[in-house]
């Protein structure tokens, strides 16, 4: 499978204890088989001025479902996606006991409805009468560096022409 991730950098090879805290997904190494998702990733406001790549890999896939690693799939907004992303913002490790998770994004199209929730200013069946509405993006995180060293190969990277840059 082919996949992107998003950077100010070329990223050949990719470190999974290095990402940000309280994600999506935990802290890890993220990549979408999405080319426009990767872009929007790279050209968000913090790059501005900053190189914007898309670094393209091959994600071995089948061989990730034949292994031992432990893989949390979710395939739509339901009720499992919305609490693991809750508890994953509130900076529960929940994400620890799997190496590679994949699913929705929690991006600007679902965020007000997941801050809503969190906030807990509506409560779970309407935040998900909202999600039901939205068609998910599609990320992977891969958290085992194992994973990452053995199933990903970096193949490319694209400079994406951005007119904020100077």
Known sequence: ??????STMIISTPLVGVGRRNLDFGKGFYVTDIMEQAVSWASRPANVG?????????????????????????????????????????GNEVWKEFDVIEGGIANDRVFNTIELYLQGLIPQNEALQRLKLEKPNNQICILNQVVADTLLQFTDCILIENHGNK
Do not use: T
């Open 1 to 6: 499978m082919k996949v992107y991730h998003g």
């Open 50 to 90: 900053k190189p914007q790549i898309v670094n393209v890999y091959n994600f071995d896939i089948d061989q990730l479902h034949q292994s031992q690693f432990n893989l949390k799939k979710f395939d739509a907004y339901d009720a499992d996606w919305l609490e693991f992303i809750a508890a994953c913002r509130a």
